[in-house]
C-alpha cells in the first residue's frame, strides 16, 4: 500500500531533509523546523509522532538530540541522500538562496519549443520564490549547463516551480584570473560580527576572507552574520564565528575547473592566486550571475 502524506508532513519533511543537509548529519530540532516552514512547534511535534509511526523519521535522545530523516523518506520523496548529493545552486533576483539547491531539473514542453518551460524540483523552502521572480539555476554537475528563466507556477506538493526558461547556457571557458575581483577584500580576526557585517553590507558583498597578519585563515560570510546575531554574538569577534578554511585556485584556472573545486571542497569563494601569491577572490554567485552570455541576461530585466 502506497503511503499518503498530508501537505504538512510533506512541509515536515523537506524541512528536515533541508536541515539535515545544511548541518551536515546532526539531528534537528523540532523548534528549527517549525521555524523554518513558519509553523507552531507544537504542530510539527505532534505530526513527528506519525512520521516516525511510518518510518520516516527517527529520534535521537539526548539534550542535543532532535530528529532524523530515515533512508524510506529519502526514497519517498525521490531525494538524493546527502552522502551522494551535489549542491546545484538557485539564484533569485541576483540572491543566491542559501537553503535551496535542485533535485532534478525536467522539460515537460520540449517537444513544443515555442512554450520552453522547465520544472524544478527543489530541496528547501519552495515558498521563498514567487512567480514572476527571475531564476539561474546550476551550474549542473554534469554538465556543467545553467538554466535561466522566469517564475510562472509554483508546486508545493512536490516542492516544485515552473520557469519559463530564457536560455540554457554553457559555463565559460575563461580563466578566474580574467574575472577575479581585486583587490581583495578581507577583515581582520579581531573584527567584531557588527563591524564586519557593516563591511560587507557597504561593499554589496556576501563574504571576505579573514586576515591574521599577513595570511588568510578563513571565511566570513553574510550566514556568519546572521547566525551570530541570532545567537546574541553581533559583539563576538569574526575568528569565533568563521568558517576556518581557505582555498587557492591560480589564476590560469578556467572557470569550470573553479566551480569543480568548489563542490569538492565545499566551499562557495576561491582565493586566486599568482604563482602562490593572493591577488583576487572569485565567487559562485558572480559565476553565476556576471559570466552569462550577455543575450541570455539582457532577456532577464
Known sequence: MELELTQIQKDILYALITLYKRKTGLSIKGEEIAELINRNPGTVRNQMQALRALGLVEGVPGPKGGYRPTAKAYEMLSITRPEEAVRVPVIRNDELLEDLTVEEISFPSISHPEICQARIRVVGDAKKILVGDRLLIGPTPVNELVVVGKVTGRDDTVNTVVIDTEGIVALPKDTIGEHMST????VNKDTTVKEAAKILSERMIYCTPVKSGDSLIGIFTLEHAVKAIAEGKIDARVE????????????????????RLMRDEDVRILVVTDKGKPVGIITDQKVMTKLLPPHVTEKMT
Do not use: F
Open 183 to 186: 583587490p581583495i577584500i578581507t
Open 240 to 259: 569565533e564565528v568563521m568558517r576556518p578554511k581557505i582555498v587557492l585556485a591560480e589564476k590560469d584556472t578556467t572557470i569550470r575547473e573553479a566551480i
